[in-house]
């Protein structure tokens, strides 16, 4: 099981898959986590949701699950972001990996604009 984190973009805990650095050196987490979503019908779905975030803004959680960073994979990142690698998923759940998320794309989600 992977460690639950405290994630400043989405801003939520998420769970951490990888960390990867770029060959300019920038640090990057890939993380998941569970997003509701609203139906017109009035209803809710649970979206799994996966992205990229700097590495900086990911902190342990007081989360009660056991915080064992030694099975995350790290990984060396190409410097075209649209080629890092996303979640592999195997569930029921609908599914969206973001790519790349920083704190613009995050802003810009908050006006109403979808993850870029």
Do not use: C
């Not at 139906?39 to 809710?44: L, N, V």
């Amino acid at each position: 099981m992977p460690p639950r984190v405290l994630a400043d973009l989405p801003g939520t805990l998420a769970d951490l898959y990888a960390w990867g650095r770029t060959d300019g050196g920038e640090w990057w987490a890939l993380i998941a986590w569970t997003e509701q979503e609203t139906r017109r019908t009035g209803g809710h779905v649970p979206i799994l949701r996966s992205a990229w975030v700097p590495a900086a803004g990911v902190h342990q959680s007081a989360y009660p699950r056991p915080h064992t960073y030694q099975g995350v994979v790290w990984l060396a990142l190409p410097t075209d972001s649209s080629t890092w690698p996303a979640l592999h998923v195997r569930t029921g759940h609908r599914y969206g990996h973001l790519g790349r998320v920083t704190a613009q794309v995050v802003r810009n989600r908050s006006h109403g604009s979808a993850y870029g």
